[in-house]
């Protein structure tokens, strides 16, 4: 079992920074492909970027790339998302997530989120234009 939580989101200016957090639990967190979603009322959950286990290889959506880098430290259990320039349109809750059935897993991250297995509650970011 594994269980995320989220922290570190709240309102900024556009043009401003945020950094989420996301502690997990469980022994086996840094064999796991990470990730962050997000999502907005009425709308599907969206991916914005993943890390595979050593944190060679990640993945970002188009509408984040530059602005937003995924990291994680395997000995705290934590992987972080840096959010820089932050835009009107960066407004969601964002979730953490875990894809536990890969793991140690080589490959380049998924994008899909019926790929990840595990969530956390979520944390709200809200950028003021």
């Known amino acids: 079992q594994v269980q995320l939580v989220e922290s570190g989101g709240g309102l900024v200016q556009a043009g401003g920074s945020l950094r989420l957090s996301c502690a997990a639990s469980?022994?086996?967190?840094?064999?796991?492909?990470m990730g962050w979603f997000r999502q907005v009322p009425g709308k599907e959950r969206e991916f914005v970027a993943a890390?595979?286990?050593?944190?060679?290889?990640?993945l970002y959506a188009d509408a984040v790339k530059g602005r937003f880098t995924i990291s994680r430290d395997n000995a705290k259990n934590t992987v972080f998302l840096q959010m820089n320039s932050l835009k009107p349109e960066d407004t969601a809750a964002y979730y953490c997530?875990?894809?536990?059935?890969?793991?140690?897993?080589?490959?380049?991250?998924?994008?899909?989120?019926?790929?990840?297995?595990?969530w956390g509650q979520g944390t709200q970011v809200t950028v003021s234009s």
């Open positions: 890390m595979q286990w050593r944190g060679g290889i990640t």
């Open positions: 469980g022994r086996s967190f840094s064999s796991y492909v």
């Open positions: 997530t875990a894809d536990s059935s890969r793991r140690f897993y080589s490959g380049s991250p998924s994008s899909s989120l019926y790929e990840y297995d595990y």
